[in-house]
């Protein structure tokens, strides 16, 4: 079946520095993929999206790329803020609709 | 309201109570989706709804899960006879049925069995 992994967390970095997040997948066909975003106290949100290979999803200074030869889909960003930290999800969706989520990850950006 | 709302956001229940959480999707969403969000894990899913169509259930962890969407719009998750491993928070998604597909998730109810 559908699956995802993440890099295992948590991770914490100074304001400014630069963020890599892995994400692999696992999935027949063709599935589109998703970065969400949980701040504390808040809601999942989605914050970027790609639905083929080769794409490159971006919001906010977030930017990360459909790697169908590697199956992955690792979220950047080249200078975080304190306003960043939030728990990560990645997550695909295959044929049948559902989303298939990793772990999550929880970062904290530090002033 | 905009979004996707849920009720109620908190609920603690003693073990073998039944408890009903419910969802309402933003206004004119045909998909709706209700996930499972255990601590310190990623959602995972459990039933989706086409209009008033529960198109698949197959990640209903038990026959006491049961889940209901009879006017396609507004959903109730139900829950017989709760137990210890049925705390986590539940969410509720919609989608449209335009290009995209996004799922747009409600704040969820967290469920504590006692």
């Known amino acids: 079946g559908d699956s995802v992994t993440q890099m295992e967390g948590p991770v914490t970095l100074s304001e400014e520095a630069f963020l890599t997040i892995n994400c692999t997948y696992t999935?027949?066909?063709?599935?589109?993929l998703f970065w969400y975003v949980q701040y504390p106290g808040e809601g999942l949100q989605l914050l970027l999206k790609a639905t083929k290979a080769d794409d490159k999803g971006s919001n906010k200074g977030f930017e990360a790329t459909y790697r169908k030869e590697t199956t992955s889909f690792h979220l950047e960003k080249g200078s975080v803020q304190v306003s960043d930290s939030a728990v990560y999800f990645c997550a695909l969706r295959g044929a049948n609709s559902k989303l298939t989520f990793g772990k999550g990850i929880t970062l904290s950006v530090r002033p | 309201g905009a979004g996707v709302s849920q009720s109620p956001r908190y609920k603690v229940a003693k073990r073998g109570q039944d408890v009903a959480l419910r969802c309402d999707p933003i206004s004119g969403h045909v998909s709706l989706f209700w996930y499972q969000q255990a601590l310190g894990q990623g959602p995972e899913f459990l039933t989706y709804?086409?209009?008033?169509?529960?198109?698949?259930k197959s990640g209903l962890p038990s026959d006491r899960f049961f889940a209901e969407r009879p006017e396609g719009s507004v959903s109730t998750l139900k829950i017989q006879r709760t137990q210890q491993e049925d705390s986590a928070v539940y969410l509720c998604a919609s989608s449209s049925t335009r290009v995209g597909r996004e799922q747009y998730f409600g704040p969820g109810t967290r469920l504590t069995v006692t």
């Open positions: 709804f086409q209009n008033e169509a529960q198109l698949d």
């Open positions: 999935a027949t066909g063709y599935p589109s």
